[in-house]
């Protein structure tokens, strides 16, 4: 029992440390059982290079497979415990469609 809180706050404190450095994702709240997370992209920039769009943000990385659209990625990292599980729901989901000139950069 103690392993799984030290565990569990080695976890919080992750997490916490992920997001003084991020902008993109906000942690709700937290428990022992579940950490609901928001993660929102509101600047971004569409630049066009040669004939292909190029979809920035600060933060992203990129793909490295080669002949995929070149579109931003966020990662982040969560521990959890041998015995534990994972399981994710999206609760609210908000898009926009917006129109480029080219096709992605592969």
Known sequence: MLNKKIFTALII???GF????SRHLQKLS???QEVKLDFELENYEINYRGEYSHIEAEELIY???SGDAQLPIYTFL???PPDG???YQIK???????SIRYPVSP
């Open 92 to 98: 609210e989901k908000q898009s926009q469609r917006k």
């Open 13 to 15: 404190f992750l997490l």
């Open 85 to 87: 599980a994972v399981s």
């Open 18 to 21: 992920n997001f003084l450095f």
């Open 30 to 32: 937290s428990t022992e």
């Open 63 to 65: 793909g490295q497979t």
């Open 78 to 80: 969560v521990g959890i």
